[in-house]
């Protein structure tokens, strides 16, 4: 009877053997689907966010454009600010063809805003005594043609803000009459509203 025992023993343990293996299997297969699927939520949630980032990124971008439109829009509402410069009268260098020959300007420097005009009121003999020198180093023939008054002008506007404080930008070639005027500088731009050479 003993032997009879003995192979039901074995037949026990070799049926009961294989279920822990099966389950130490099932364990990993289920373990690694579990961190497969942890991952791809993080993953998810990770790549969900960055998108919705880039969306308030625009958003904020958006919002800020609105804002600036409404600026100017408010800003063109607003009347220009013009400072009426007192006539000057310069004697210009001369030139090979003609004797000595004078310029007469009266200008008018638009600003950006009353303080600014104030401001510049407060400069106003040194702007004179700057407008001056610079009229006064032209020769006539420079500055008589459309393209030499609007030189002039330019010339004018930077040497005003630089008697102000602001720094003009360089630039490599001189504005363009439809240019947009410097909107950061206390003085955006000059008109001539009289200018005789004689």
């Known amino acids: 009877m003993a ?40 993953l998810g949630y990770v790549l969900g966010h960055k998108k919705s980032g880039g969306a308030d ?20 509402k607003k009347p220009p600010v013009f400072v009426a410069l007192e006539p000057f009268t310069v004697n210009l ?21 009353d303080k600014k005009g104030e401001e510049l009121k407060a400069f106003m003999p040194q702007i ?5 020198s610079l009229a006064g180093s032209k020769k006539a023939s420079e500055i008589t043609s459309p ?15 630089d008697v102000l404080g602001y720094e003009p930008p360089k630039r490599s070639k001189r504005k363009k009459k439809d240019a947009e005027p410097d909107e950061e500088a206390p003085v955006m731009s000059v008109f001539f509203t009289q200018f005789i050479v004689q």
């Open 147 to 161: 393209d030499g008054r609007e030189i002039l002008a330019e010339d004018i506007k930077d040497v005003v803000n």
């Open 93 to 113: 260098q001369p030139d090979n063809t003609t004797g000595e020959q004078f310029l007469q300007v009266v200008v008018s420097l638009r600003v950006a805003d």
């Open 128 to 132: 004179r005594h700057e407008i001056l």
């Open 3 to 42: 032997t009879k025992e003995a192979p039901k023993k074995e037949e026990a343990e070799e049926v009961a053997a294989p279920p822990k293996k099966s389950k130490k299997l099932l364990i990993i297969i289920v373990s690694a689907v579990v961190v497969t699927l942890s991952l791809g939520a993080a």
């Open 57 to 76: 990124a625009a958003h904020e971008e958006a919002i800020a454009e609105d804002k600036q439109e409404e600026k100017k829009k408010e800003e063109a």
